[in-house]
C-alpha cells in the first residue's frame, strides 16, 4: 500500500521539462499581464540580456513596453527548441510581439528570433540570458 502511494506521488511530479515549459508560461503571462513584479520574479538576479542588459534594465524595459501600450501580446510562433542539461537548459523560439490601445488590431508587432539560457534555481527555473533578433 505505502509504495503504490509513493509511486502514485512520484508520477504526479512535473518533469523538469514540464516546469520550465510552466515557467515560460508564467512569463508570458507577466507579460500579457503588464505585471513587472512577475516579470523580475522570473528573471535571474544575474540575468545578461543584449548589449550587458542586467535584470533591472530589463524590468524597466518591459515597464516602458507597458506604458507605451495598454495591450502587450505575446505568441510563439512554431514548436520550441529545447534543450535540457541537467540544472540547465536552452530554448530557442520565434515569437510575435504586439501592442495597442485595446482596438481590434494592434498598434504595433513584431516578430522575433529569441535564445533564452534558464537554470534551475532552489527548485525553480529562473531567466539567466535572453538574445533577440528582429524577424522581417
Known amino acids: 500500500m505505502v509504495a503504490t ?16 515549459r510552466a515557467r515560460m508560461a508564467a512569463l508570458q ?3 500579457e499581464a503588464r505585471d513587472p513584479g512577475d516579470v523580475r520574479r522570473v528573471l535571474a538576479e544575474d540575468f545578461v ?9 530589463a524590468v524597466r524595459l518591459a515597464q ?3 506604458l507605451r501600450h495598454r495591450e502587450v501580446g505575446v505568441a510563439i510562433a512554431g514548436p520550441l527548441q529545447l534543450r535540457m542539461q541537467g540544472e540547465h537548459a536552452t530554448v530557442g523560439f520565434d515569437v510575435a510581439l504586439t501592442g495597442g490601445s485595446g482596438r481590434l488590431l494592434p498598434d504595433a508587432a513584431r516578430l522575433y528570433s529569441v535564445r533564452t539560457g534558464w537554470r534551475l534555481d532552489a527548485g525553480e527555473w529562473v531567466l539567466t540570458s535572453a538574445a533577440w533578433d528582429a524577424r522581417l
Do not use: H
Open 5 to 20: 502511494l509513493l509511486m502514485l506521488l512520484a508520477c504526479s511530479r512535473e518533469s523538469p521539462e514540464q516546469a520550465l
Open 29 to 31: 503571462a507577466a507579460i
Open 49 to 57: 540580456g543584449p548589449g550587458g542588459m542586467d535584470r533591472e534594465r
Open 64 to 66: 516602458v513596453t507597458f
